[in-house]
């Protein structure tokens, strides 16, 4: 009969197509996954120390094609799970992927063939600075150690212990670490992993190094002494404690001459324009009248540029960040004083303003920082009532104003006292 449940199952089976698998693939041309739910199977092996491993089964697609493969999969030791059940507890955690009504087949790659596609795909859309360093901890670091590993085999433990033996500083390894969490992000958008392996990874711990900054004379020395266009920008380092990239890729149409304003919008890296560092650091502050009737006394010595740069190249181009380094460093030795970056003007910037009284939010506005901890870890500034403390303490500390007392304890050591002195100006 047309209506029978026998002829509608015949109808359905003649609109799609059924895969070697058993699977098939619908009108749409979407892979349908087994409907089936798997309990897995739990192995205890090992000889010396007893380990659980699971096993069930997952899709795959391959070059359009489903396949069905076995997965192994490390659960724990006897010791983590010392009976059968709790080890069970966790292989069903594990198979919470595959028996999930909204399963389909992953596609599956080796991270080296995953990374080439990301680094097509992703990277390109990224800032050039940004996107130089991601392919050069691809190529010196991830590659060499995951690229042979399919995505789905790589595990946190095996992440571990790739930082682990990373034999660079811990500032490059939080670096690197960065760049496999994007990487990791775009594998699980795309459906290739389930789980995210960057998850509880340790890192080692980042000890900041006391970095260098100008007192203001030293500053205004390094002004004084620094050749246009120069001076100029050291100037503007100072009072501003604008980024290097900032500096190079700031425009006069960026200045207000009559408000007395800088708005910072763009940057510049090797000699290309591009946004900046992030949302905070798109802002806008004043400058000093001085600084301001000395930028209108350059101005028409000026040579315009297609870019309307303050800074520019006989090329038109923006600065290199290295071009203004240089002369600092020249300046810095003509005055015989400790070698130091650009980046000394931004943490003097931030020391100055604390000493004089200046609230942290309009630190933090000025610089660009996104947060009040990044700010507070720029200043060098020692607090006036930390100073009035370590000074009332050193009083009391000093051994030249104890005295003895005459009077032996019952160990039979003399104690020793306060002087009358001291007494009397605690009083």
Same mark, same amino acid.
């Given at each position: 009969?047309?209506?029978?449940?026998?002829?509608?199952?015949?109808?359905?089976?003649?609109?799609?197509?059924?895969?070697?698998?058993?699977?098939?693939?619908?009108?749409?041309?979407?892979?349908?996954?087994?409907?089936?739910?798997?309990?897995?199977?739990?192995?205890?092996?090992?000889?010396?120390?007893?380990?659980?491993?699971?096993?069930?089964?997952?899709?795959?697609?391959?070059?359009?094609?489903?396949?069905?493969?076995?997965?192994?999969?490390?659960?724990?030791?006897?010791?983590?799970?010392?009976?059968?059940?709790?080890?069970?507890?966790?292989?069903?955690?594990?198979?919470?992927?595959?028996?999930?009504?909204?399963?389909?087949?992953?596609?599956?790659?080796?991270?080296?063939?995953?990374?080439?596609?990301?680094?097509?795909?992703?990277?390109?859309?990224?800032?050039?600075?940004?996107?130089?360093?991601?392919?050069?901890?691809?190529?010196?670091?991830?590659?060499?150690?995951?690229?042979?590993?399919?995505?789905?085999?790589?595990?946190?433990?095996?992440?571990?212990?790739?930082?682990?033996?990373?034999?660079?500083?811990?500032?490059?390894?939080?670096?690197?670490?960065?760049?496999?969490?994007?990487?990791?992000?775009?594998?699980?958008?795309?459906?290739?992993?389930?789980?995210?392996?960057?998850?509880?990874?340790?890192?080692?711990?980042?000890?900041?190094?006391?970095?260098?900054?100008?007192?203001?004379?030293?500053?205004?020395?390094?002004?004084?002494?620094?050749?246009?266009?120069?001076?100029?920008?050291?100037?503007?380092?100072?009072?501003? =404690?604008?980024?290097?990239?900032?500096?190079? $890729?700031?425009? %006069? &149409?960026?200045?207000?001459?009559?408000?007395? #304003?800088? !708005? +910072?919008?763009?940057?510049?890296?090797?000699?290309?324009?591009?946004?900046?560092?992030?949302?905070?650091?798109?802002?806008?502050?004043?400058?000093?009248?001085?600084?301001?009737?000395?930028?209108?006394?350059?101005?028409?010595?000026?040579?315009?540029?297609?870019? =309307?740069?303050?800074?520019?190249?006989?090329? $038109?181009?923006? %600065? &290199?960040?290295?071009?203004?380094?240089?002369? #600092?460093? !020249? +300046?810095?030795?003509?005055?015989?004083?400790?070698?130091?970056?650009?980046?000394?003007?931004?943490?003097?910037?931030?020391?100055?303003?604390?000493?004089?009284?200046?609230?942290?939010?309009?630190?933090?506005?000025?610089?660009?920082?996104?947060?009040?901890?990044?700010?507070?870890?720029?200043?060098?500034?020692? $607090?006036?009532?930390?100073?009035?403390?370590?000074?009332?303490?050193?009083?009391?500390?000093?051994?030249?104003?104890?005295?003895?007392?005459?009077?032996?304890?019952?160990?039979?050591?003399?104690?020793?006292?306060?002087?009358?002195?001291?007494?009397?100006?605690?009083?």
């Amino acid at each position: 009969m047309p209506g029978s449940p026998f002829h509608l199952a015949a109808a359905l089976s003649q609109n799609r197509d059924t895969l070697p698998s058993g699977r098939s693939v619908s009108g749409r041309g979407e892979t349908l996954a087994r409907r089936r739910y798997q309990k897995g199977q739990l192995l205890l092996l090992g000889s010396k120390e007893k380990r659980w491993f699971g096993r069930w089964y997952e899709d795959v697609l391959e070059s359009g094609s489903v396949r069905r493969v076995r997965r192994q999969e490390f659960i724990g030791t006897q010791k983590d799970y010392p009976t059968r059940k709790l080890a069970i507890r966790e292989l069903d955690k594990r198979l919470t992927v595959v028996n999930n009504p909204a399963y389909r087949a992953r596609p599956t790659a080796s991270f080296a063939e995953f990374a080439v596609r990301w680094e097509a795909t992703v990277v390109p859309q990224l800032k050039a600075s940004t996107a130089i360093n991601y392919r050069s901890h691809l190529r010196c670091h991830l590659n060499p150690f995951f690229g042979a590993y399919r995505l789905a085999d790589i595990t946190p433990e095996m992440v571990q212990r790739f930082v682990s033996n990373l034999k660079v500083n811990p500032l490059t390894i939080h670096h690197i670490f960065v760049t496999l969490q994007s990487l990791w992000r775009s594998a699980r958008a795309w459906r290739y992993v389930a789980d995210d392996v960057t998850e509880g990874v340790r890192l080692p711990r980042r000890i900041p190094a006391e970095r260098r900054h100008f007192s203001i004379e030293e500053m205004s020395s390094i002004i004084a002494t620094a050749a246009e266009p120069y001076r100029t920008c050291f100037w503007l380092a100072a009072e501003t =404690g604008m980024r290097a990239g900032e500096l190079c $890729g700031l425009r %006069w &149409q960026d200045v207000d001459l009559e408000q007395r #304003l800088v !708005s +910072v919008v763009q940057t510049a890296w090797q000699g290309r324009i591009q946004t900046p560092k992030n949302a905070a650091s798109v802002r806008r502050f004043s400058l000093s009248a001085k600084l301001i009737a000395y930028l209108r006394s350059r101005l028409p010595s000026w040579t315009p540029n297609p870019y =309307g740069l303050i800074f520019a190249t006989r090329n $038109g181009t923006a %600065w &290199q960040c290295r071009k203004p380094l240089r002369q #600092l460093q !020249s +300046v810095l030795k003509q005055l015989q004083l400790p070698n130091a970056g650009l980046h000394a003007f931004r943490h003097s910037q931030i020391t100055v303003a604390e000493r004089a009284g200046v609230p942290l939010k309009t630190i933090q506005s000025r610089v660009g920082h996104s947060s009040h901890e990044t700010t507070l870890l720029y200043s060098h500034a020692v $607090g006036e009532d930390d100073r009035k403390f370590s000074g009332w303490l050193g009083e009391q500390l000093n051994p030249m104003c104890v005295q003895n007392s005459g009077v032996s304890d019952a160990n039979g050591r003399e104690l020793l006292v306060a002087s009358p002195q001291v007494i009397e100006s605690v009083g």
